[in-house]
């Protein structure tokens, strides 16, 4: 079984989860979501999440926004070595932007993040008072209170919230949606061919249990990346080439034509 990626796809050596066990479910009576996410677990890994500083990977996770994890790390790391040490959002709401434009320009976007950064900063001391302070309402408060709450903050979309609601308050049911997650839950009919984003996380925390998700939506990423890309799906080159094809419905994939739509564009 491979080892999880040190990249953000979990928040690194930080905060990269740890190992645990988990029953796999009965296939006859579970739902098809919790049989894909359980043969993930075994291709990849099954590990419980949370840890990580809720202000640390509130940054974290918006360095990564449109950009590789490859890119987005080496600007997280710099960033932390400038800023970290103390209280990160008082170090960061006071510095001068073009010292955290260039700590994390070689992330990208460093112009429109920096300011994302030095805006979430501003806003964690002037309602929390302090980093740690913003970490422990994270870790404490409902969930759906914090969701709604980050949500607020400019440049902090629906899965920037549920990364920071997994991978640093360890929140059982949260499956961050990002375009992999997108596109493979759609591909397989695990969620509707038309849901967005939202409709996707909808479908996805409803039929995974609670303490699935964290694993699930890791290794569903790592699925992507190794087999069900956007535009060349492993199983173009017949169902022997993707250790899914028995449980996927391959929305949007025309393996005769070697097509492929998006399952939103694709025929009824």
Not at 175 to 193: M, N, Q
Not at 204 to 215: Q, T, V
Request: hydrophobic share 35%.
């Amino acid at each position: 079984m491979p080892e999880e990626p040190s990249e953000n796809i979990s928040g690194g050596t930080s905060g990269g989860g740890r190992e645990t066990a988990f029953d796999p479910a009965d296939p006859e009576t579970a739902t098809r979501a919790e049989v894909v996410v359980d043969r993930l677990g075994e291709r990849y890994w099954r590990k419980a999440y949370g840890g990580q500083g809720g202000f640390e990977c509130l940054v974290r996770t918006i360095l990564s926004q449109n950009t590789s994890d490859k890119a987005s790390q080496p600007a997280h790391d710099e960033l932390m070595a400038q800023y970290g040490g103390g209280d990160l959002a008082e170090s960061l709401a006071a510095a001068d932007r073009e010292g955290i434009v260039e700590a994390i320009r070689s992330g990208g976007l460093y112009n429109q993040k920096s300011k994302l950064i030095q805006g979430v900063a501003e806003d964690v001391l002037a309602d929390f008072g302090s980093e740690a302070d913003f970490d422990r309402y994270v870790r404490e408060e409902v969930p759906a209170t914090v969701r709604d709450r980050l949500l607020e903050m400019k440049g902090v979309g629906p899965k920037t919230a549920d990364c920071v609601l997994l991978f640093a308050g360890g929140r059982g049911g949260v499956f961050p949606v990002d375009t992999h997650v997108h596109r493979i839950a759609r591909r397989i009919g695990l969620a509707p061919a038309d849901a967005d984003h939202e409709g996707v996380r909808a479908a996805l925390e409803r039929d995974i249990p609670d303490e699935k998700c964290g694993f699930g939506h890791t290794a569903m990423i790592q699925f992507g990346r190794e087999f069900c890309t956007a535009r060349k799906p492993a199983c173009l080159d017949g169902p022997e080439a993707c250790p899914m094809a028995d449980v996927c419905d391959m929305v949007g994939v025309d393996a005769a034509a070697q097509a492929v739509t998006d399952p939103a564009a694709a025929d009824d």
